[in-house]
């Protein structure tokens, strides 16, 4: 936080009358400080880095993308800021992806003003807002393959990508951005990005958040570490019948 403890604060959001709300709720706080705004992900995307704040509220849905990819590539680029997701939706894909993005709250537009600057001021404390439930079912779904069909028919088609393809999956799983994939293998990042488009339709996926969680599925079978449901070891497993890893959750 600077110097005389304010709050800095960016948001974005694409409708007007959300935006000019959260403004004049936040602006009224002596201790919070709007330094920006943006109604799309392009215009954050060059507003942030410039104004450099504690906390970025960011609209999940977005004309021209996605907050969750906002958060992913300002993250990227300067971890100090936190992301605090705001949406209409209580949407566990939009969960699991901030999740994945790095994310540090994820609330509903539905919720109080006096929560929001609660919500705010602890995200710029460091403190995390997102429901330990929730976190743990999102990352139970990450050890399991993040919801997409991976088994033999995914080797199938690990098989179907090109060597560069399997480059840029291992570094997606790593969690970088395009433009990090780009700098780390001296390519563009439009490259990159068509790279990405091609890979996930070869898997039959249409996030990279279940492309980073494959991965993560794949990396841990190579180990030979046990799946989500195994918490005994293989001498332990007879007569208790199922494997059940995978049965309820998402």
């Known amino acids: 936080m600077p110097e005389d403890g304010k709050i800095t604060v960016f948001l974005l ?131 399991s393959g993040g919801g997409a069909d991976t088994g033999a028919q995914g080797d199938e088609r690990l098989a179907n990508l090109s060597e560069q393809e399997r480059r840029i999956l291992d570094l997606i799983g790593e969690g970088l951005t395009n433009r990090a994939i780009g700098e780390r293998l001296h390519l563009a990042e439009k490259t990159i990005k068509n790279y990405v488009s091609g890979l996930l339709s070869k898997l039959g996926m249409q996030r990279r958040a279940q492309a980073a969680a494959y991965v993560a599925r794949m990396q841990g079978e190579r180990r030979g570490q046990p799946g989500p449901g195994d918490s005994r070891d293989s001498r332990d497993s007879g007569g208790s019948g199922g494997s059940g890893g995978s049965g309820g959750g998402f």
């Open 13 to 143: 959001d694409d409708h007007e009358v959300v935006r000019r709300g959260v403004h004049e709720l936040l602006s009224v706080e002596d201790d919070i400080e709007v330094v920006g705004e943006a109604g799309t992900a392009a215009e954050a995307l060059a507003r942030i880095p410039a104004t450099r704040p504690d906390v970025a509220v960011l609209d999940v849905r977005l004309p021209d993308g996605s907050g969750v990819e906002v958060c992913r590539e300002i993250r990227s680029q300067d971890t100090g800021v936190k992301c605090l997701m705001l949406t209409s939706f209580a949407d566990d894909e939009a969960l699991f992806d901030a999740i994945m993005a790095g994310a540090s709250g994820y609330v509903l537009k539905a919720i109080r003003g006096h929560e929001l600057l609660a919500a705010v001021r602890d995200v710029a404390a460091g403190r995390s807002l997102l429901d330990p439930v929730a976190t743990a079912r999102v990352l139970e779904r990450l050890r």
